[in-house]
């Protein structure tokens, strides 16, 4: 099993729609998730980070963080063209390479 | 506050020759990572330095090594450049287990 899963995509949803993107993490010592959004040749920025299990909102995105069930979502609520990007789930391991990214989900909003 | 900043943007090389990169972390943090990105790929982790020492490396040929000094900038060194060499290569600076934050990346290209 991977350290740290995301279904690769491509996402494809209407602009106004909710973008829903998920991920999975192996490692039951991680404490802090982190959402990063990447354009195409570009450099990943953050955009979410969340500690505590359940929501945590800023703007139209929200986090979602279960860790019994070791998951964590990003919500997009109206969902724009320029949310048309990679989003990269990135996790702290509690040994190891310390920081792993998930291979992203490349999410397309259609005008 | 500054970011990360990488040297330089853009370089051209030939097959077989050496490559350096640079990057300055933000200011306080002590951990660097490397990564490569092919063109239309994801983050593949190449090197973490922390407090000056390796800390992990990623699965790559010894021919990609890196050191970080005293004041926690690093460079990475490519050695005998291959085709395959060509990508986007992006460090990350963080603190703990804080988010890494990006620079803009290398763009490297082998002629």
């Known amino acids: 099993q991977k350290e740290v899963e995301q279904n690769s995509g491509p996402l494809s949803v209407p602009e106004g729609a909710i973008a829903s993107l998920n991920c999975t993490y192996s490692d039951r010592g991680s404490q802090s998730f982190f959402w990063y959004r990447q354009y195409s040749g570009k450099s990943p920025e953050l955009i979410m980070f969340?500690?505590?299990?359940g929501d945590k909102e800023d703007g139209r995105f929200t986090a979602q963080l279960n860790k019994a069930s070791q998951y964590v979502s990003l919500l997009i609520r109206d969902s724009q063209p320029s949310d048309s990007a990679t989003y990269l789930c990135?996790?702290?391991?509690?040994?190891?390479?310390?920081?792993?990214f998930g291979p992203g989900t490349r999410l397309s909003v259609l005008p | 506050e500054a970011g990360v900043t990488q040297s330089p943007t853009h370089l051209i090389k030939t097959r077989g020759q050496q490559a350096t990169l640079r990057c300055s972390p933000i200011s306080g943090h002590t951990s660097v990572y490397w990564y490569q990105q092919a063109l239309g790929l994801g983050l593949q982790f190449l090197l973490w330095y922390d407090e000056g020492e390796e800390r992990n490396r990623g699965n790559f040929p010894p021919r990609f090594s890196g050191r970080q000094f005293p004041n926690y900038s690093s460079e990475l060194n490519v050695n005998a450049l291959e085709l395959e060499d060509s990508a986007l290569y992006l460090c990350?600076?963080?603190?703990?287990?804080?988010?890494?934050?990006f620079g803009d990346g290398t763009r490297l290209s082998i002629l």
């Open positions: 990350a600076s963080t603190r703990g287990f804080e988010p890494q934050h």
């Open positions: 990135a996790v702290p391991l509690s040994y190891g390479q310390n920081f792993v």
């Open positions: 969340i500690y505590s299990n």
